[in-house]
């Protein structure tokens, strides 16, 4: 069983929806991550917290808007999304995010599709 | 940005076969990661490694993180259905860039019972 939790597993929504997919961690890890993955293509970073603050957006569309609530949780608030959105979105952990060779921990991901 | 070119893109063997692939860069890293995601799964980390030269194994799994830091390869023993997925060979930059893991395009392993 992974220890990084999403929920939900599946999503499907509109172009006019406004949903919010949810991370989970347990292991003390002090950055978290948003990915996204187009089927048999490797993960593509979206965002990193480190310390419950942003340090890296890769000039991700304002449509998709990440939270922090605390240092276990992770949130990514989804409005207006476009069909070429639909994908799997994946959340991972790391200790800190300060050093570099870090494994990241994923979860299952979020398979979201845009009708 | 740092590009990992992995190779080879997708294998067909029969079960009990050994398996290689591997990543290479024109930059210097001081790690090097392999990850194995199931259908359905996110990936799951099977080896880090860091130092170069590093000879690691897991299980049926052996990877070496190459001696000019700029490459590393995976092999996998005696393969059974059950590793069947899509293998990813990762790297963490430094610098200004702590926590971007890039990976590589995969390897697509189908196994034939």
């Known amino acids: 069983d992974t220890e990084v939790t999403q929920t939900p597993k599946h999503l499907v929504m509109g172009m006019t929806n406004k949903k919010s997919l949810k991370c989970e961690q347990h292991m003390g890890h002090r950055a978290m991550y948003w990915y996204k993955q187009k089927a048999k293509k490797p993960p593509e970073l979206m965002f990193v917290?480190?310390?419950?603050?942003?340090?890296i957006n890769e000039s991700v569309p304002s449509r998709f808007s990440p939270e922090c609530p605390n240092s276990s949780l992770l949130n990514l608030h989804l409005h207006a999304l476009q069909p070429e959105d639909s994908a799997l979105y994946l959340c991972?952990?790391?200790?800190?995010?300060?050093?570099?060779?870090?494994?990241?921990?994923f979860g299952d991901g979020t398979r979201l599709s845009i009708l | 940005g740092q590009q990992l070119n992995q190779s080879p893109q997708s294998m067909f063997i029969q079960e009990g076969e050994d398996v290689s692939m591997n990543c290479t860069s024109s930059s210097i890293f001081n790690t090097w990661l392999w990850y194995k995601q199931d259908p359905g799964e996110g990936p799951v980390l099977l080896i880090a490694?860091?130092?170069?030269?590093e000879l690691t194994s897991n299980g049926r799994l052996t990877a070496q993180f190459g001696i000019t830091r700029k490459d590393s390869f995976l092999n996998i023993s005696a393969s059974i259905p059950s590793d069947v997925g899509i293998y990813f060979c990762?790297?963490?930059?430094?610098?200004?860039?702590?926590?971007?893991?890039?990976f590589g395009q995969g390897t697509i392993l189908t196994v034939h019972p």
């Open positions: 917290y480190s310390y419950e603050k942003l340090s």
């Open positions: 990762g790297n963490n930059a430094g610098g200004t860039s702590y926590g971007k893991l890039t």
């Open positions: 490694l860091y130092k170069a030269g």
């Open positions: 991972a952990s790391s200790q800190d995010g300060q050093g570099a060779g870090q494994p990241q921990h």
